[in-house]
């Protein structure tokens, strides 16, 4: 074999230069894609799959002619391909006909009636078709100018203004404002090329394969010229105007007219709001108390709860987002609402939420007070255990010992009736630091009788409740850590494991010595 024909021998398979193509298409680069499918196509002629590849890189760089091409080739021996019928009617669509596009659509629909393609295929042709074909009254005629122009054959003008066009390089003539919004930003792109025509020094030049450089020009603003009629005929501006219309109408009456079922509307949003983030939820909760606010309680009764929802469901996004004090703002309003309309239920709801601000933010005092009034509308075993549980930590942040131990013991109370492990834990934890800060508190002021709630009459009695403390705490904590291990949540069983071994390093052992000697003196 000569080193000719060892360069004549493909370098690679044709499925190989198939997914090449592949590749290179959804990458965007539809020519390099194109070479790869050509050269799979020289490996394995007529390939189906091959040339419907090929196609959709030729509708893609907009040369519909070569895409027909390839499709048609594609349907070669199967008429019923449904590829090629796809690929085929995105061509015919690509070149404007969108009769012959919707054949072709509903052909491949009625072979593959599962496929979503065929079926905005349809719906996209004929949208096209009507838009094309829309409402004649929309458009008004002129009677004036030159009407012999009547009289002309339409294929001699057509070929004259094609020539006309070709030689100066200008557009025919659709009003600068039609073309602005049809090319968009192409638009600025076709001034750009017009001015070239004016440089006689650049246009007489030509480029490295012999093109003259005014061919080109002329060319591009031909390309131009011919997508924007494909766009005038896809979508005319008349059509656009009133598709806008329509959009602002119905817009209109969403904002102004309620829904058919106005409650179900709400719910749904309100279920939306519950299941995104913060964020998206305080979107479209402020929406939706915009659209709320301007329908009247015949439309929609228990506006008032349902707007105490909305401020509940702001309040909570933003105290998410770390904005205590709008939050706090919009759980006031939940609560203002609640009172006029003599709702318990959102009452309580807002009264929880406003304390959680506070503490939040900690004051503390303000939480204590708002949850208070909130224990009478308390219900069910798991609210009472949480609620008495923040209750004593508040009081414990306040140092107010004996009341974060009482409501540690209540809440242990509500979650063993309940059976909850989880509050159990959190209860036994909170009343063993009430316990262990008491005796830590009493120890650095033996002889302030003020802030125990206890008469000690001696020191002896001191240091008998003071070691009755320390047990106490032990015994919490020992509780807390069995509760945490049958959840099986190590970092707690680590945190309880480390507070129980200082609590056991006070050495209660030593507290009872010391009395003992204190009795005897």
């Not at 929406?287 to 469901?313: A, F, Q, R, T, Y």
């Not at 005092?365 to 009472?384: D, H, N, T, Y």
Request: charged content about 30%; glycine content about 6%; some cysteine.
């Amino acid at each position: 074999m000569s080193d000719n024909e060892e360069l004549q021998v493909p370098k690679s398979t044709f499925t190989t230069y198939l997914a090449e193509g592949d590749q290179l298409f959804n990458k965007g680069e539809y020519v390099k894609a194109i070479e790869c499918f050509t050269t799979a196509l020289n490996l394995q002629p007529g390939d189906k799959n091959c040339l419907v590849a090929r196609s959709r890189c030729f509708v893609k760089l907009g040369d519909a002619e070569k895409a027909l091409k390839d499709a048609e080739s594609s349907l070669k021996d199967d008429k019923n391909y449904f590829k090629g019928l796809y690929q085929k009617a995105e061509a015919l669509y690509t070149m404007g006909d969108f009769e012959f596009a919707l054949v072709y659509y509903h052909r491949g629909h009625k072979l593959r009636p599962e496929l979503q393609e065929f079926r905005l295929g349809i719906q996209k042709s004929q949208e096209a078709i009507n838009n094309s074909i829309s409402n004649p009254s929309s458009v008004m005629l002129e009677n004036k100018g030159d009407l012999s122009f009547f009289h002309k054959s339409k294929e001699v003008l057509s070929s004259s203004r094609r020539k006309e066009s070709r030689k100066s390089g200008q557009k025919i003539d659709k009003g600068e404002k039609t073309a602005k919004q049809l090319l968009g930003q192409l638009y600025s792109d076709r001034e750009y090329l017009e001015k070239l025509l004016h440089d006689d020094d650049l246009i007489k030049g030509k480029v490295r394969t012999g093109e003259r450089v005014q061919d080109l020009i002329v060319n591009s603003i031909s390309y131009l010229d011919t997508r924007m009629a494909f766009w005038q005929q896809q979508k005319p501006i008349y059509a656009r105007h009133r598709d806008k219309k329509l959009m602002q109408q119905q817009w209109s009456r969403v904002q102004n007219k309620p829904p058919t079922d106005p409650a179900r509307y709400v719910l749904s949003t309100l279920e939306d709001i519950d299941t995104g983030n913060a964020e998206s939820g305080l979107k479209k909760a402020r929406e939706l108390m915009k659209v709320v606010k301007e329908w009247s309680e015949d439309v929609l009764p228990g506006k008032s709860e349902i707007l105490g929802n909305l401020h509940s469901c702001i309040g909570n996004a933003l105290m998410d987002l770390g904005n205590m004090d709008k939050a706090l703002h919009h759980h006031e309003k939940d609560l203002e609402l609640a009172k006029k309309c003599n709702l318990m239920d959102n009452k309580s709801r807002a009264l929880d939420n406003i304390g959680r601000v506070y503490a939040r933010i900690g004051k503390f005092q303000q939480a204590i007070q708002v949850w208070e009034e909130k224990l009478p509308l308390a219900c069910g075993g798991l609210e009472k255990a949480w609620l008495f549980h923040e209750l004593g930590q508040c009081y414990l942040e306040l140092k107010c010992y004996a009341d974060a131990l009482n409501y540690g013991k209540r809440s242990l109370m509500a979650a063993d009736d309940i059976g909850d492990v989880k509050w159990q834990l959190n209860a036994n934890v909170l009343s063993a630091q009430a316990e262990c800060e008491s005796c830590d508190h009493e120890e650095s002021n033996p002889t302030d009788h003020s802030v125990c709630p206890h008469k000690r009459s001696s020191d002896l009695h001191f240091y008998a409740v003071k070691l009755g403390n320390f047990k106490a705490c032990v015994l919490y904590f020992e509780k807390s850590l069995d509760q945490a291990k049958l959840l099986q949540d190590n970092s707690a069983c680590e945190a309880i494991r480390k507070a129980l071994h200082e609590a056991r390093q006070k050495n209660p052992l030593q507290l009872q010595d010391k009395s003992e000697r204190l009795g005897s003196s």
